[in-house]
């Protein structure tokens, strides 16, 4: 029997020509996303933490999306979708001059982990397949396993007996193979089974046919989740989340509510950050120490800097920086914004492409007049600011240090340093004129 160690080099296939006809979509199914990335960028980051020495993801003819979020890696054309071993051949000539370890993953299961394909990988047998156990195997492949133990092939269920059906050890769709006979065993897979197709898991029964051992590793049943239908996406997506809930919670994280806040796969909080009830983190989200966002909060791409405030009700929208200790309140949104140390934007704001310098406070009701209708511009406000409520900043404008802007004012032109900008009709008062008119129309 050929040995191997994870010591050897390591090739990873990720296979995702698939149809995905059981998600009743319009996009690739390893498109469709889990905690805000697509599943395949999910499966790709696993196999990135392994540091092969090569990826080849093998997608369906002009998949370019696909091919994009698999990117720096190299990705290979399956013309026909003939099945998942005819899938493992079309990256055959991309690893040619590879020697070692090749792991196989489908872009499918987006909640594998790095600890267990790594288990995999390190198995002394020339091949190695990942297995669990479950209740309600549907339409998983069975594994068949004698009375030593050993794995003696693989079953798809189309093709499976009543008591084939009956096994509770299924095929999590992860190999492991020394090169060699990977490619030996393809050669000698042959569509003979209901669906016409080549089966990569008939490389299990062709191993025992050479008298070689298939080694098993084991995982549960969440972690080997293939997702198939949108059902199955949204078993995936309540399974990631309770995992990343758990995880930042053990980071020194106080979750409110934690079955309330959903996480992107990105998503970095740091200890003593607290979160109170339904809170979203979109993709690009990092947040530092000591930060409280409050209920009902949207963050995307956005940094918030230690001990500031957000929320409750803020959008955080992408390219938004919040300083230390600066204070976002209600129903305020931010966009490509970055406000300084210790800034206030308390209540009812839009600001948009937008400098807020430190200490500055915008009053409730202030909008940054950002767009024109066909261009963005920008709007610088300096430090120790005070924008008085209900005022309009039309941008591009520049509002100096330490400058006041009087309430209600539509600011179009530059405010210079420690001056006051007041830009509204002066108030003129009518002694009498109220009870006049009240007069007249009693009649
Ligand atoms: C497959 C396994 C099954 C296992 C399950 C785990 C086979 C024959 N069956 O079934 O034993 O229990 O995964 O989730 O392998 N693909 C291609 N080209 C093809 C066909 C498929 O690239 O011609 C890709 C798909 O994009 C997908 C992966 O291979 O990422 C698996 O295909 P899928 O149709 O989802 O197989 P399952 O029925 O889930
Ligand atoms: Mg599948």
Redesign the pocket.
């Known amino acids: 029997m050929t040995t191997s160690s994870s010591s050897q080099g390591l090739a990873c296939i990720i ?4 149809e995905g006809t059981r998600m009743r979509s319009g996009k690739a ?2 498109l469709h996303a889990v905690a805000g990335f697509p599943m395949i960028a999910h499966v790709k980051r696993a196999c990135e933490s392994l540091s092969p020495q090569k990826i080849v993801a ?1 997608l369906a003819p002009g998949a370019e999306e696909v091919a994009a979020a698999v990117a720096p890696h190299a990705s290979v054309v ?1 013309k026909e ?4 071993a ?2 493992v051949l079309a990256a055959k000539d991309a690893l040619k001059d590879f020697k070692g370890r090749i792991l196989v993953v ?4 987006p909640l594998l982990r790095p600890e267990t394909m790594s288990a995999l990988v390190g198995q002394k047998a020339p091949m190695s397949l990942l297995s669990f156990e479950s209740d309600k195997p549907n ?3 069975r594994v068949v396993i004698n009375d030593n133990s050993v794995a003696e092939k ?1 079953v ?1 269920f189309a093709d499976a007996s009543e008591a084939e059906r009956a096994i509770r050890h ?4 992860v190999m492991a193979f020394d090169s060699a006979l990977l490619w030996e065993l393809l050669d000698a897979i042959k569509p003979h089974n209901k669906k016409n197709e080549y ?3 008939d490389a299990v029964g062709l191993t025992r046919g050479k008298n070689l051992i298939c080694g098993v590793v084991t995982c549960d049943e969440e972690e080997a989740l ?1 997702v ?1 239908s949108r059902t199955d996406l949204s078993v995936a997506e309540a399974a990631f989340q309770k995992r990343a809930r758990h995880y930042v919670m053990e980071l020194g994280v106080t979750l409110h509510d934690p079955a309330s806040v959903y996480f992107s796969a990105d998503t970095k909080l740091a200890r003593d950050v607290t979160v109170e009830p339904h809170v979203v983190f979109g993709p690009g989200v990092e947040v530092e120490e000591g930060v409280e966002i409050r209920a009902f909060s949207h963050l995307a791409g956005v940094r918030v800097k230690k001990n500031a405030f957000v929320g409750p009700f803020a959008r955080l929208r992408p390219g938004t920086q919040i300083g230390e200790e600066a204070h976002i309140g209600n129903f305020v949104e931010l966009k490509k914004a970055q406000v300084d140390a210790g800034a206030k934007i308390n209540h009812f704001s839009y600001v948009g492409d937008a400098h807020v310098g430190a200490r500055s406070n915008i009053g409730a009701g202030t909008i940054f007049c950002n767009y024109d209708g066909v261009h963005k511009h920008q709007t610088d406000v300096g430090a120790d600011v005070f924008v008085g409520s209900n005022s309009s900043l039309v941008a591009p404008v520049t509002i100096g240090d330490g400058a006041t802007i009087a309430a209600g004012s539509v600011i179009t032109e530059n405010v210079p340093a420690d001056a006051m900008g007041v830009a509204r009709a002066r108030q003129v008062n009518k002694p009498g004129w109220a009870k006049r008119w009240r007069s007249s129309k009693k009649g």
């Open positions: 296979l995702a020509a698939g199914k390893v093998v399956q979708r003939l099945g998942t005819h899938a489908y872009g499918d299961t339409q998983y492949g693989i798809e299924c095929n999590a769709g089966y990569l898991t293939g198939n």
